[in-house]
């Protein structure tokens, strides 16, 4: 969706600008946009008849840029992609729940060490976000907005402070990771016998 989209808001542009501009929104890190899959990406909607291209040129000894277009049949399903997005819910993906899988895997110290440095490091990625909702490259160089995207990702941070040191002060108070009314479950029960059973 990504790139259909910079596509139709700056077209006939060149992959080089659709890269350059994907980058700049950090769509590599919000949208799991890969750099090196943009020229690509662009390749690929042209075959299935999203995109084409419009004219190459070349200046210098530079390679040859294409420009491309989007079609009739790319802006429909950018727009499908679009309100798919913005009707439905879906919680955003994070690596940090397989880690959260097998917390019990770590010493009670280090994971809730590891959850305070957690908290702190999206304390200062707040202060960050903060600091731009401020400066004049937000307030009169971005559309509006890119602002209430900074002002979504400071909400979501701001829980999830909150939440790590709490979690991080349950651990450090001894909370069992196993409830009782678990291990005394014929099912938990069943399952620590498979998985001794594997281990052999």
Same mark, same amino acid.
């Given at each position: ?9 700056? %077209? ?21 946009? %890969? &750099? ?9 909607? /042209? !075959?299935? !008849? $999203?995109?084409? !291209?419009v004219?190459? @040129? %070349? ?7 294409? +420009? ?12 499908? =992609?679009?309100? @798919? =997005? ?20 770590? &010493?009670? +110290?280090?994971?809730?060490?590891? =959850?305070?440095?957690?908290?702190? $490091?999206?304390?200062?990625?707040? @202060?960050? $976000?903060?600091?731009s909702? !401020? ?8 559309? /509006? ?16 402070? #909150? ?8 651990? #450090? +108070?001894?909370?069992?990771?196993? &409830? #009782? /009314? =678990? ?12 998985s001794s059973? /594997? %281990?052999?």
């Amino acid at each position: 969706m990504m790139i259909l989209g910079a596509v139709r808001l700056m %077209q006939p542009v060149h992959g080089y600008d659709v890269r350059r501009e994907l980058l700049s929104w950090g769509a590599d890190r919000w949208a799991n946009v %890969q &750099p090196g899959s943009i020229y690509h990406g662009l390749r690929k909607l /042209t !075959e299935e !008849e $999203m995109l084409r !291209e419009v004219g190459t @040129d %070349q200046v210098g000894g530079r390679p040859a840029r294409t +420009s491309y277009e989007i079609t009739a049949k790319g802006s429909a399903e950018f727009e499908t =992609l679009l309100r @798919d =997005l913005w009707w439905n819910a879906a919680p955003p993906t994070d690596p940090f729940f397989a880690a959260l899988s097998f917390l019990p895997s770590l &010493p009670r +110290s280090e994971a809730s060490s590891a =959850l305070r440095h957690r908290a702190t $490091m999206l304390r200062a990625t707040v @202060d960050g $976000m903060k600091a731009s909702l !401020e400066s004049r490259w937000i307030s009169e160089l971005k559309p /509006t907005h890119v602002a209430w995207m900074f002002e979504l990702s400071i909400a979501r941070m701001a829980g999830e402070i #909150d939440w790590c040191e709490r979690i991080a002060d349950l651990i #450090d +108070s001894g909370v069992s990771y196993t &409830p #009782d /009314t =678990l291990r005394e479950s014929p099912e938990f029960a069943e399952y620590l016998e498979r998985s001794s059973n /594997t %281990q052999r």
